[in-house]
């Protein structure tokens, strides 16, 4: 009798791993199948979502916006350096710059144009303003030397000072691709987009590269501020 005692147990044994198997694969075939549904619905999603202009230039704008990134990231320190004191060197014969008393700049990060001599070199003659993110807005403070300044939210070095919100007679402006009628595609945040909006008065200059700037228009969105100037390297726009 021990015999088909040990012959039943086996049987159960393997029917449980049996059907334990059978399990897995039905579940791994409900996964599969409810997996191509997902993608399918988000095919669905982008083909609808294409119908709409906001998403196709947003789209558009991303895929130039990584292209330039890349070949900035790639730069050497020299010829930041370099490009950098070329675009100082234009802004400083502008009637815009002489004569503003409030100018707001920006820190530079992964080689964008670095105009932190600006703020040694006038420092005393003009009171320079520096970006503050939060999570949807933008607010600017006084700059006031490099130890009062620590890193905010997206990684940016950001003066520790009180906010200001007195008028900005210039701003100078970062981006990652401009045109020859002066649109803009900055970092991908929107925060100089809805700041600029509310600056009817400060004349706006945006800074880059020579090859930053296209000969082409980039995609663009109405209600998105244009430049009133655009200085490269070797030459000014408006």
Known sequence: MKIPIIMFKYLRISFFFCTFAAAKVKLHVTNYKLLN??????????????????????????????????????????????????????????????????????????????????LAKYAGEKLFLLPVTHRHSMEVRPYDGEDMMRKGRLGVPEPQTETYHGQIDLIIVPGVVFDQHRHRIGRGGGYYDRFLSRQLHAKKVGVCYSFQLKKHDIPHMLREPKMDRIVTPQLTIG
């Open 37 to 118: 549904s997902l993608m399918l619905f988000e095919a669905q999603i982008h083909d609808f979502k294409m119908w709409f202009p906001w998403y196709r230039i947003r789209r558009e704008q991303s895929a130039l916006r990584a292209i330039v990134e890349q070949q900035r990231r790639i730069m050497s320190q020299d010829q930041v350096a370099e490009q950098s004191a070329l675009i100082i060197a234009q802004l400083e014969q502008m009637s815009a710059f002489r004569d503003a008393h409030t100018v707001l700049l920006y820190y530079p990060i992964h080689n964008e144009v670095d105009l932190r001599p600006l």
